[in-house]
């Protein structure tokens, strides 16, 4: 992907749009995701404004911006969590491998199970540690038998992070572990079900700096087998974690381009003004 | 800023500091004073109960030598044998200085009237006790249990009490031979009502109000549940979504005479169903206990946390697996506790079981949800009605029961609380 | 939650199996009506059920006009058999029983229950007339100073209607106007004590509503207190309050004898024996209704109806007299067993 950087960056959306463009790169080859023109109504409000972005495979692409500026609201378009909010609207193409995630045939129930979700607060399920990594699995009908889910389970928490911590009281309860651990824990339950994308709400958010650097860490491996959008407030984490970052203003995608070329050579005024601390 | 010693602000915090406390300590001294006053009130009306009440769960029993004279038992049917005779003759044995006719009534009147069915019973259970002379302790009439317990003041003037000088006096004897006891009053726990009140008891009116609460329970739990989870879930929220609560709310706070006269023309009338049996007495109920239930579930619904909910959305769950496996188990107990309430509620209502007839008097238990029953408020409400001076006591006593049920009932509804309840 | 739902399902049709089952018949005696007639109806159910193989009658305390509703309701198992009333069938009641196809009633008259007037024995016993208490009681009186005109109560003590009376405020607790006993209270000693002013027994036949108007309506200023239909309740409060005067059944009276005295109503005290022998002027009779449609469809009717009528209940030795319910005299006895026994029709023009 780092090599087509060049060659995009001279690409804005301008012939999608006449009143704003994208500054950067928001469109890749071979993405994972696509979404074009998309709107986000919530009532009379319009809280995402004809945004324009592709997620490509194996990245880790960072959504920042100022508080209200709608990328939380955007990360949740693309597993249609939105649709449980009473009174949100979303207009727009979005694809999945090509799928139109929004058509009125697609039923959301497999799709979330292929865009899993991470929340800003560790919500792990009030039941046992093992419960809550294979409850996804137990209804989506992942394992033929107890001996298959529980691989199912110590993979995920392999993968997580968590198992040498957690290999031993697997029957306890999920919300007796740290917050770290239970981040991770929540972690290993999205990716229980092999979700294709993972969306990150500000992960760490409720964390102290060890806990957030262990899931820094883990998002890093996460990356080898999935497509990972992470909204966070932390520019610094964003640095860290992701490849792509994309900047959103009052509902605007602003810009988005390479981690390292947004942070060191923002294109847009905004982008700047964000990034030096000039608000935010 | 210049001058760090002089910080106005402070000064006007301070002023007002004194005010802000006593404010509090005023608010504190009442909220102290309100408690108190209510316990000195639930003392009270303990005290009175108990104090009046715990003399019905001792009983008096005579003890009078019967002989099962076979020239009795000439008929097949033996419940046609003059057991009021076999007695009679035992105290005229006890007694023979009494002759006059109406000297012999006042002797028989220290026996209660159930002593005869007590002995048809006997012999029922035994036959070989024809022909036998048998030393058996039988019911004291109420009087004499009132006169024994001291609620009859045997210093007043013959004319005003109602156990005679000669009554006095025959008791007097049967004490000294030692042929009267004080025990515990299993009848008040074992029988059905009666007018006689050392023969009467709760058993029925138990049996009643478990049958009338199980019809209630069974109904309005899951129909109850049921709609909660559908208004606060499921239902799109709109004006008609709006009224429905509304009207929810209201019928909460509706007199709950209104649901029986309901009770009446519905299940009565319309649907003619038997009348003072628990079937519709349940049913009146649940209408009463259906919105408490609903209110209690849709509060604890509502107090289940939102990132639960998304947490078994986000990996893919179906709303209804939602519900069924991460918020109905969150919000079970508070449920439960609700539906408690409710029954509680139900256990001590009255008013509406009148209009559909449970306000009655039925000496046989109840088998069923089609037998003729009462429940124990109104069981209460009936003796308290009675003439009879023995009642007072066994009203006192009946409250007591129906008191013990209402704590234990409550007492479980914290526990289930407490056991179910699981902490973020 | 489905094993819930099951279970709930299943119990609803049992339910309503059952129900209908039960329709189909009934194996017990319902009987409705007056609060008076209650404590005795209820003895002899008592008996009944236990001396014979029958199911022990259910009792509905409704109040003798609740109770000719329901027992006038129709034919059927729903409707109840027998109908308690402290007083004989109005002829609107029959009316009604005639037009839902309740053609054939049968009348047993039972006994007497008297009204007494009743204080502490803490204070003197009172001696009353009853134009003395249509005097307390009623809204508007003759006028004291004297003419023929009504004037509102203004009798504040007993002292004040009759120098004899003991100088005290004029507080009667009685039962509201839901009750057969109030009444009877009214037309027994209101409307007499009224009569005894001739102006007014002339109204009886001039104008028939002022007369009941005149001598129907209680006083509202607070000199009657309504004390609702439980009799224990004024019998306590008249412990308490040694000053007030109750007006209740003589049962009650019968078991509180220590507590309570009976007011002495011209010249007689409410006993046993001044009631049965018709002395005690506030006297009324106790009935109860048989639907004879019923009689050979529900078990036991009549051997309800022998009991009720055998001398050892309703004699004057019977437990009913025990209970406080005065007997009748031999002859009435005999001629209202005779007329339960045949099953003698009711009519009325």
């Known amino acids: 992907m780092s090599g087509k950087e060049e060659i995009l960056s001279e690409v804005t959306t301008k012939a999608l749009h006449k009143e704003r463009e994208t500054v950067g790169s928001p469109f890749v080859e071979n993405p994972r995701m696509t979404c074009r023109e998309v709107n986000v109504y919530y009532g009379d409000k319009k809280a995402i404004n004809n945004v324009n972005i592709d997620i490509a495979r194996n990245e880790v692409i960072a959504m920042i911006g100022p508080s209200g500026c709608g990328k939380s609201t955007f990360l949740r378009c693309l597993n249609r969590m939105n649709d449980t909010i009473e009174g949100c609207r979303v207009t727009g193409d979005l694809r999945l491998d090509g799928m139109d995630i929004h058509d009125k045939n697609v039923d959301v129930v497999p799709l979330r199970a292929r865009v899993g979700m991470v929340f800003q607060k560790p919500n792990p399920f009030p039941k046992s540690i093992f419960d809550n990594v294979a409850y996804g699995p137990k209804i989506h009908g992942l394992a033929q038998n107890k001996a298959e889910l529980d691989e199912i389970v110590e993979r995920s928490l392999k993968k997580a992070g968590l198992w040498d911590e957690v290999k031993d009281r697997l029957t306890q309860p999920g919300t007796g572990l740290s917050g770290g651990q239970q981040q991770r824990l929540c972690i290993a339950r999205a990716i229980a079900v092999s979700p294709e994308v993972i969306l990150m709400d500000e992960p760490c958010s409720a964390l102290d700096p060890i806990a957030t650097a262990r899931i820094e860490e883990l998002i890093a491996e996460l990356r080898q087998h999935y497509s990972i959008v992470i909204v966070t407030h932390s520019m610094q984490q964003a640095a860290r974690v992701s490849q792509r970052t994309a900047y959103f203003h009052l509902g605007d995608l602003i810009e988005v381009g390479m981690t390292d070329r947004v942070f060191t050579n923002p294109r847009h005024q905004l982008t700047e003004d964000y990034i030096t601390g000039r608000f935010g | ?424 | 939650m489905k094993k819930s739902i099951l279970l709930a399902s299943a119990l609803f049709a049992g339910m309503f199996a059952g129900s209908s089952a039960q329709a189909a018949g009934r194996d017990y005696i319902s009987i409705v009506g007056s609060s008076t007639v209650y404590p005795f109806s209820t003895v002899v159910a008592e008996q009944f059920g236990k001396t014979t193989n029958f199911k022990t009658p259910k009792i509905e305390s409704t109040g003798t006009g609740g109770g000719f509703k329901l027992f006038c309701g129709g034919v059927g198992v729903e409707y109840p058999d027998i109908s308690n009333a402290s007083r004989a069938i109005k002829k609107s009641e029959f009316d009604t029983c005639q037009a839902n196809g309740v053609k054939d009633i049968v009348e047993v008259k039972i006994g007497y229950d008297g009204i007494v007037f009743a204080n502490s024995k803490k204070s003197a016993p009172l001696k009353l007339t009853r134009k003395d208490i249509f005097l307390a009681l009623a809204k508007n009186v003759p006028d004291p100073k004297g003419g023929d005109k009504l004037v509102p109560n203004p009798y504040k003590t007993w002292k004040d209607i009759d120098p004899a009376l003991p100088n005290e405020k004029i507080e009667v607790l009685g039962p509201p106007p839901t009750s057969g006993t109030r009444d009877a209270f009214v037309e027994l000693t209101m409307e007499t004590g009224a009569t005894t002013f001739p102006f007014i027994h002339d109204m009886e036949k001039k104008d028939k509503n002022l007369f009941k108007a005149t001598t129907q309506t209680i006083r509202e200023d607070g000199a009657y207190i309504e004390a609702g239909e439980n009799d224990n309740l004024i019998v306590q409060k008249l412990e308490a309050n040694p000053h007030a005067v109750g007006i209740f059944g003589f049962s009650f009276l019968d078991q509180n004898a220590d507590m309570i005295q009976g007011s002495i109503i011209e010249n007689e005290s409410p006993t046993f024996d001044n009631i049965a022998s018709g002395k005690y002027p506030v006297s009324r009779p106790l009935f109860f209704y048989v639907k004879k449609a019923h009689v050979d469809v529900i078990p036991g009717i009549k051997e309800y109806l022998g009991e009720f009528t055998s001398e050892k209940a309703w004699g004057s030795e019977g437990y009913l007299a025990d209970k406080g319910m005065i007997p009748m005299d031999k002859k009435e006895r005999d001629l209202f067993a005779k007329q339960a026994k045949e099953l003698k029709t009711l009519t009325m023009k």
């Not at chain 2, 006790?129 to 302790?137: D, F, M, V």
């Not at chain 2, 019809?215 to 208004?231: D, E, K, N, R």
Request: proline fraction near 6%.
């Open chain 2, 1 to 424: 800023m210049d001058q760090p010693e002089k910080n106005p602000t402070i000064d006007k915090v301070n002023r007002g500091l004194k005010r802000r406390y006593r404010a509090e300590r005023r608010f504190r001294i009442l909220g102290a004073t309100a408690i108190l006053t209510a316990l000195c009130f639930l003392f009270l009306l303990f005290f009175s109960i108990v104090s009046s009440g715990y003399k019905a769960f001792e009983k008096t029993f005579i003890q009078i030598e019967v002989f099962f004279d076979p020239a009795e038992f000439t008929n097949e049917n033996l419940a046609a044998a003059n057991f009021p005779g076999l007695i009679k003759a035992s105290m005229n044995s006890m007694f023979p200085e009494v002759t006059s006719r109406k000297d012999k009534k006042d002797l028989y009147y220290l026996i209660s009237p159930g002593a005869s069915f007590q002995l048809m019973k006997q012999v029922k259970n035994n036959p070989a006790l024809i022909g036998q002379k048998e030393l058996i302790w039988v019911a004291a009439n109420d009087d004499v249990d009132m006169l024994l317990k001291g609620n009859i003041d045997r210093t007043r003037p013959e004319s005003e009490r109602r156990i005679s000088d000669k009554q006095l006096g025959w008791l007097d004897t049967l004490a000294h031979d030692g042929k009267i006891k004080k025990t515990f009053n299993t009848a008040f726990f074992t029988s059905g009502d009666s007018r006689e009140p050392e023969l009467a008891g709760i058993w029925g009116a138990t049996c009643g109000s478990f049958y009338t609460l199980l019809i209630t329970l069974s109904l309005s739990f899951p129909i109850g549940v049921a709609a909660a989870v559908y208004l606060e879930e499921f239902a799109p929220k709109n004006r008609w979504t709006d009224i429905i609560e509304v009207n929810i709310n209201n019928l909460a706070a509706v007199p709950s005479i209104v649901y029986g006269l309901l009770g009446l023309a519905v299940f009565i009338n319309f649907f003619g169903m038997p009348r003072s049996t628990p079937l519709v007495g349940g049913l009146v109920l649940t209408l009463m206990t259906l919105p408490i239930i609903i209110i209690a579930s849709r509060a604890s619904l509502k107090s289940v946390p939102p990132s639960i909910r998304e947490a078994a959305l986000g990996i893919g769950a179906s709303k209804m697996q939602m519900v069924a496996h991460h918020v109905l188990p969150l919000a079970l107990p508070g449920m439960l506790t609700g539906t408690i309430i409710g029954m509680a509620h139900a256990l001590g209502e009255t008013a509406p079981l009148l209009m559909v007839g449970m306000v009655a008097f039925i000496v046989d238990i109840p088998h069923g949800f089609t037998d003729p029953a009462t429940v124990l408020p109104v069981q209460i409400y009936l003796w308290a009605d009675s003439p009879e001076r023995a009642f007072v006591a066994k009203t006192s006593a009946a409250i007591m029961v129906l008191l013990a049920f209402l704590f234990l009932m409550n007492a479980a509804a914290v526990l289930l609380r407490k056991r179910f309840e699981i902490k973020w």
